[in-house]
């Protein structure tokens, strides 16, 4: 027993012995290290260590104020492009002081924590300068960058190519974000000014995806023309007037009722028309036809009515059926409709110097397409005005106007299936008479 309590009390002796050693070593490396910078201290690439404070604050003044004048801050961007911004054209500075602390302090370590570091890992540790810059500068200097980077997204797109529907993928856009630009150099440029930024899109923070308005998801279901109408141009005078409106009209999507997207859940006739550059005034028959043959595909596609705002002519036309026709002038005579289906439809025409046709795109799974059946309930003819013309011999006459008839007419769709025909009324429509005028020679 006696001999085991003398071991310990050995072991505790030796014990006491080696952590005082150890005690009064850190103690002795403190004091000899107190004014001195640890070894293998950087600053950047600057060594700095086993120096004075004094030498380190030189160090850093004459290495930093050389870069503050010669250089540029990198940044990289996309596949390899670089942007430079001098650092002088950004008010670009180093806080010596707050930079030998830090190095000093080893990132706010404890000093003695520092001399653990310093002394027996015996490896390079490296602390980056404390720097300064003025903001707003640099901001501008973002923008002109943004002007590179910034690229708006393009809609995903459909077209009609030998009667079959071909759809184009959407490509995203990208937007330099100002703040989270300048947050990121903020924080990276310290350890960067020997090397450069990364601008990374993928990080969707410094350089943000923008998304199109339009993406194939909102295409799913347009697969096939599901109604089309032609109708005569017989005015050429109104045919640069078709031609405008019908390439104004081509490829516009109307979402269906299903979808969240108001933006393209409503047309207007006149609202296309402007987004394109074309303003109106006075009524106008090209605008009026190619609106008309719109409407009349759009009654064969089956839309509900009550999707429909139409305001019709007071006397019938001569390029499409009564009760088929669409009166649009500048004094608010407009043609709007909102989609009824559960999927989107697009508008597609093609316009020749004889005709003009509107295609409807649209799902054709489960689709039946209608057709359309204008009846005459009655007709009423058009007053005569008959005027002398002497020059004309007896009984001779000379048609200068014609006029036209009026008309009460109904419009019904037609549905066919399984060989059963049915018919649905739509609405009634009334249209005046217009008086003819007639030259005759004298004693008629």
Known sequence: MLKNNRGYIVMLVLLSQTVLSITAGMISLHISSKW??????????LGVGNSTRSEVLSAVKEHYGKLSEDSSLKIKYGDGKEFNIKLSDIDFSVDCEATADKAYYINGSSRFEGIIKGFFLNKRVTVYPVVSFNEEKLKKHLEELALSVDKAPVNARISIQNGKVHKTPHQLGMKLNLANSAEKIKSEMGSHLEGAIEFNADNNFEINWVWPELTLADFSGVDSVISSYSTPIMNPESGEDIKRAAKALNGFLIMG????????????????????????????????????TLYAALLKTGIDMDCIDRKKHDATVDYIGPGLDVKISGNGDDFTFRNSFDFPMAVFTECTDNSITVHIVGRSYGYLEKEIEVKVIKRIDQPVLKVVNYDLKPLEEKVVNSGRQGVEIEVYRVSKEEGERSLELLYTDNYETVGAIVQVGPGS
């Open 36 to 45: 001195h910078f640890l070894p293998n201290i950087y600053i950047g690439s």
């Open 257 to 292: 009722a299903d979808k969240n997207n108001g933006k393209y859940k409503e047309f207007s006739f006149i609202k296309r028309l402007r987004e394109k550059g074309i303003f109106l005034e006075e009524e106008n028959e090209g605008y009026s036809q190619v609106a008309s």
